[in-house]
């Protein structure tokens, strides 16, 4: 099991930033990747970024060159900053990590609790 706790949400007019955070605990040793997710009602979960244990990274087009995502291994820990947000930014965010068995070949995920993005126009 992993757990993930969050951080960083709130209200922030366009053209703000802010920075989520995401720390991971439990059976850590077998995450592959971490990202972020976001959700506004009646639409589904989108990926709004990924990182791998390498260090490789994914966005999605409309955040590329504005949110960057990041991790701290020593502090199991994965960051978004987000910069020039945009009212369309407005979501719950949430943090999933990707966690794989090599010994079943089974991969999991693992969800936050969400936080909530305003952005203000």
């Known amino acids: 099991q992993v757990h993930l706790v969050e951080s960083g949400g709130g209200l922030v007019q366009a053209g703000g930033s802010l920075r989520l955070s995401c720390a991971a605990s439990?059976?850590?040793?077998?995450?592959?990747?971490m990202g972020w997710y976001r959700q506004i009602p009646g639409k589904q979960r989108e990926l709004v970024a990924r990182?791998?244990?390498?260090?490789?990274?994914n966005y999605v087009d409309s955040v590329k060159g504005r949110f960057t995502i990041s991790r701290d291994n020593a502090k199991n820990t994965v960051y978004l900053q987000m910069n020039v947000l945009k009212p369309e930014d407005t979501a719950v965010y949430y943090c999933?990590?990707?966690?794989?068995?090599?010994?079943?070949?089974?991969?999991?995920?693992?969800w936050g609790q969400g936080t909530q993005v305003t952005v203000s126009s």
């Open positions: 999933n990590a990707e966690q794989f068995r090599p010994v079943t070949s089974t991969r999991s995920h693992y």
């Open positions: 439990g059976s850590i040793f077998s995450i592959v990747a």
């Open positions: 990182i791998t244990t390498s260090g490789s990274t």
